[in-house]
């Protein structure tokens, strides 16, 4: 009879290096260590970190994962190295043995895990801050909201060192990325990937994705088209795009009772303004007379000649 029931992954492994190593290598050997998970938001790198950083330091051999020049090695340190190698490989998840393929040092081993673990760019950073900002509790479980703010702490804070600190910049390119619709991301994601990049980069990116938009006629966002659309009657014809339909209004002239134009285009609407104009023009010079003033040659009307007598 088959057994079709998946196998759980195991969460921790003994270290078994054998009986005649020496007397640090035993503490290791007895140790339960935990297994790495792969890199992405389950991670367990901290927690796991913690614990290999314990119990190596009880083995007097966590000196291997600083990095130190050859000359100033002590004469232990071939013999710690292959031990931490060999501990760090039997306790990671095999997706993360491609970061340490081909190398026979721990403190390289151990740089390329924290580096595949902990995502120090500017978009890494953001993540954490939004994840925190952005979190609302679901349901009436107050505990484990707090339990995962928590984490999301804890995972920003690994993120901070004295050399790179948590900034109001980065605080305000977090509220720049929350702030803007899915379609505008794609000019900053880039930017995302690097180290420690300034919000005014940010936005001058985004200044320029705007004027690319409006040099293209293409102002409207996707969130906006969205919302507008949840608004507006449903098109007539399937078949055409409501932009179309909503271009193509009915033209009608309400001073001529025709289709084929609207008032805008009436020639006797402009008939009309025409002789509205004149009739003010001359009622203005009628005034103009009365009061006394001299007019120009060029706005005097014209008077008729008076009859001969015959």
Not at 28 to 56: C, D, F, H, Q
Not at 141 to 150: P, T
Not at 187 to 194: G, I, R, T
């Amino acid at each position: 009879m088959s057994n079709d029931t998946k196998e759980v992954p195991s969460t921790h492994t003994s270290v078994n290096l054998g009986l005649q190593a020496s007397a640090s290598t035993a503490k290791i050997s007895t140790a339960r260590l935990p297994i790495l998970k792969a890199p992405g938001s389950e991670s367990n790198y901290l927690n796991w970190k913690k614990v290999v950083l314990r119990v190596l330091k009880s083995a007097k051999v966590n000196h291997v994962l600083t990095p130190v020049a050859p000359n100033s090695r002590p004469a232990t340190w071939e013999e710690d190295n292959d031990l931490v190698c060999a501990v760090l490989v039997q306790i990671v998840d095999e997706t993360n043995l491609r970061h340490l393929a081909d190398e026979d040092n721990a403190a390289k081993i151990w740089d390329n895990l924290s580096r595949a673990h902990q995502d120090s760019s500017t978009g890494g950073r953001v993540y954490w801050i939004r994840k925190l900002v952005n979190s609302r509790m679901e349901g009436n479980d107050i505990h484990s909201h707090i339990e995962s703010l928590a984490n999301s702490y804890e995972r920003l804070n690994a993120l901070v060192t004295p050399t790179k600190p948590l900034t109001p910049d980065d605080v305000h390119t977090a509220a720049l990325i929350s702030s803007i619709p899915p379609d505008w991301l794609h000019c900053v994601s880039a930017l995302m990937n690097q180290e420690r990049v300034k919000a005014e980069i940010i936005i001058s990116a985004l200044k320029n994705e705007a004027i690319r938009r409006e040099s293209h006629g293409d102002i409207i966002s996707v969130s906006s088209t969205k919302a507008n659309s949840s608004k507006a009657p449903p098109p007539t014809n399937p078949s055409k795009g409501p932009r179309n339909d909503a271009a193509k209004k009915p033209c009608c002239c309400p001073l001529c009772n025709n289709d084929s134009h609207d008032l805008n285009l009436c020639n006797n609407t402009r008939k009309l303004i025409a002789d509205h104009k004149a009739a003010q023009k001359a009622r203005w010079e009628a005034s103009q007379q009365d009061k006394g003033f001299l007019l120009p040659p060029n706005l005097r009307p014209e008077r008729a000649e008076p009859r001969r007598p015959r």
